[in-house]
């Protein structure tokens, strides 16, 4: 990256200029201990160094320091400055064409780090109970979970997607009890679900039971004698409900883990029974409680009630060692902020059990709020607006995924509806695409106006695609160098992309992706508006398609590869 070789270049200059004694009174210097910064004023350079923090050990003034530092930078065509305390870099037309000959030589994997350590990772996200259809809350977690797999997969990371199926519970027995109640509405019977607040918790009273006791009865002629074969129909219906809104939505997962499974499995026992010959299981008021508080949670927690049934955490702690168990180095669960308090019990049971509580990370996201013409709506009070399959019907996958993507994961989104269907600036999405559609149009005319770009004349024969493409790969890095000065932000934008996707993937942060292509999309719109791609002057139109192409790349690559957003070629 171009802001490595900068500071690289000051490091290895301040290592040379204090072995001559040129920094006054300092008696040692350690690598590391300057930061690379944008200056305020993009005039002042593309990037800085503040040396004023090491005028303390200089005892000379930041200029003075920063002028006899720089009289040891290997300069090239680079251009170097001294304002107070900083030195200022702006690149030269060397580091600039190397950069869009990179895009050029790596194609998708540019961006992509290298000799970086990797993890073989599982993430586990929605995880949504099979009782209904996905909320719009749903569509967060599905959105970011996908986008940051992808992300760390670029990355280099071995990323293995599951989905833990909360099959287990009462939920499913309480399924079960309200299609039998929406069977015997369809078979005429004057029944509905309790009107009394604390009984209705027992049922899902939801509309969209209705098509299932539908299906149920094209194969059978009424109620089963055992409420269980409803459980299992109803169960077994809303998880494909659930996978094929996945699938549309360009979220795939490697496996469906069974909550249920694992309890036949004897695994949740068996974690019981190790926190009990470890003696980190005692017993209170009829209940096994665990002793979390030995590990960082705020108190002991029961796992096994006094009616002998276990709670939530029990399985949890089990389906958490399963994962350990099955190799991998490290577990990224996406989970409400309503879970914060969850955390510590959990990595608490990790702990107790042997094993590192900080192979455990935890991603807590914020709710999502419907906007519609600037007032925020209650989900449930919009009917067509109350699962994340009205939404996507109601403004697209691609929309959908973005805006579902663009924010911080601890704040709060305001999805405005209307904004997201708008083919308008406005909409950051279209605003995005429209960029990449324009780098293809242009590509396209280059072809049409059957262009000989060695003469920038037309020719007798138009130009195939693959023709133009063997163009672009044959470019060299000299024939950008005409255009470097109206396309410096722009060339700087691309080279940006590297550090976008390394701080990212480390921070798992997918906002930044989203704001990433927002600003490229505005340096090429800037760009494009400012000079023209097609003219006379052959050397520049050719370092111009060129630049295209790799807005193109770049744009194509982060929103199809890491976002999982089409890059139309038209709009």
């Known amino acids: 990256m171009i802001k ?3 500071i690289n270049e000051i490091e290895n200059a301040v290592e040379k200029a204090f072995k001559d004694n040129k920094l006054g009174a300092m008696t040692e210097y350690e690598k590391g201990t300057l930061k690379v910064e944008r200056p305020k004023n993009s005039d002042f350079g593309d990037y800085a160094v503040n040396v004023s923090s090491l005028a303390r050990f200089a005892k000379i003034a930041p200029p003075q320091i920063a002028n006899s530092i720089l009289e040891y930078v290997n300069k090239d065509d680079n251009e170097y400055t001294v304002i107070g305390g900083f030195i200022n870099f702006k690149a030269g037309k060397k580091l600039l064409s190397n950069l869009v000959k990179e895009v050029f030589a790596r194609k998708k994997d540019f961006g992509k780090p290298e000799n970086v350590e990797t993890e073989k990772i599982i993430l586990e996200y929605v995880s949504a109970n099979p009782t209904g259809p996905f909320h719009i809350g749903h569509g967060r977690w599905a959105a970011m979970g ?3 797999a992808n992300l760390l997969k670029f990355y280099g990371h071995d990323v293995y997607q599951e989905f833990y199926i909360n099959d287990a519970g009462s939920q499913i027995q309480k399924l079960g009890n309200s299609l039998a109640i929406r069977i015997r509405q ?13 009984e209705r918790k027992n049922y899902y009273p939801g509309d969209y039971l209705i098509p299932v006791a539908k299906k149920y009865l094209e194969t059978h002629k009424g109620l089963p004698d055992n409420i269980q074969e409803l459980c299992d129909f109803a169960k077994e219906y809303e998880e494909k409900v659930q996978r094929d809104l996945l699938d549309k939505f360009k979220v795939h997962f490697d496996n469906f ?12 026992e068996e974690c019981v029974n190790k926190l009990k010959a470890s003696g980190k299981i005692y017993q209170k008021d009829g209940a096994d409680w665990f002793k979390s508080s030995d590990y960082g949670d705020d108190q002991d927690r029961v796992i096994k009630k006094a009616d002998g ?3 939530y955490l029990t399985a949890d702690i089990a389906y958490h060692i399963d994962k350990l168990e099955r190799g991998f180095d490290r577990m990224i669960n996406i989970w409400g902020a309503d879970h914060h308090g969850y955390v510590a019990r959990v990595k608490a049971s990790i702990e107790a059990l042997g094993y590192d509580p900080n192979k455990l990370e935890v991603l807590l ?7 519609i013409d600037g007032n925020e709506v209650r989900m449930g009070k919009r009917k067509n607006m109350v699962t994340l399959e009205d939404l996507i019907d109601e403004v697209g996958v691609d929309a959908t995924r973005f805006w579902m993507s663009m924010r911080n994961i601890d704040t709060t989104l305001d999805f405005d509806i209307e904004l997201a269907k708008k083919s308008t600036d406005e909409n950051p999405v279209f605003y995005v695409q429209y960029a990449h559609a324009r780098a293809c149009s242009i590509l396209r005319n280059v072809i049409a106006e059957k262009l000989d770009t060695e003469t920038g004349e037309k020719s007798a024969a138009p130009m195939s695609e693959a023709e133009l493409n063997e163009l672009i790969s044959s470019f060299k890095a000299d024939m950008v160098l005409p255009t470097i000065d109206s396309a410096r932000h722009l060339i700087l934008k691309l080279e940006e992309y590297k550090s976008v996707i390394k701080n990212s993937a480390e921070t798992r942060q997918v906002y930044t992706i989203c704001r990433y292509v927002q600003e490229l999309a505005s340096e090429f719109h800037s760009f494009y508006n400012a000079n023209r791609v097609i003219s006379d002057d052959k050397e520049m139109m050719k370092a111009r398609i060129a630049l295209v192409w790799t807005v193109k790349t770049v744009l194509h690559n982060a929103l199809e590869d890491i976002l999982g957003v089409s890059a139309p070629e038209r709009m």
């Open 4 to 6: 490595d070789y900068f």
């Open 146 to 148: 996908s986008v940051l």
């Open 186 to 198: 369809e078979l005429g019977e004057d029944v509905d679900f309790p009107t009394d607040e604390v």
């Open 257 to 268: 883990y069974s909550e249920l499974t694992l309890h036949k499995s004897g695994k949740v």
């Open 309 to 311: 049934s276990n709670t």
């Open 365 to 371: 996201g914020q709710l999502v709020n419907l906007v």
